[in-house]
């Protein structure tokens, strides 16, 4: 199992399950996190549907190294 320190924070709080102000009845959602972070960095928040990735046209810009290190860190 991962060391805590290891996570993202917003894995952390998404974790914890800390009630959202907005809707108290609720916890925080991972998905309502990253929306809340990209409007503070003033970015639009996208989300990607895994299924209509082009996985021909993302490999060729992915290096396959790179790509290992990412999934290494998992």
């Known amino acids: 199992m ?3 320190i290891d996570l ?8 914890a399950e800390v009630l959202d102000r907005s809707e108290p009845v609720r916890p925080l959602s991972m998905e309502r996190l990253t929306q809340w972070l990209a409007d503070k960095a ?3 928040y996208l989300k990607i549907d895994p299924t209509k ?5 993302v490999t060729q810009i ?5 790509a290992q290190r990412i999934a ?3």
């Open 72 to 74: 290494s860190c998992r």
């Open 8 to 15: 993202h924070p917003l894995v952390l709080i998404a974790n």
């Open 42 to 44: 003033g970015l639009a």
């Open 53 to 57: 990735i082009d996985v021909a046209q």
């Open 2 to 4: 991962r060391n805590v």
């Open 62 to 66: 992915v290096s396959q190294a790179y």
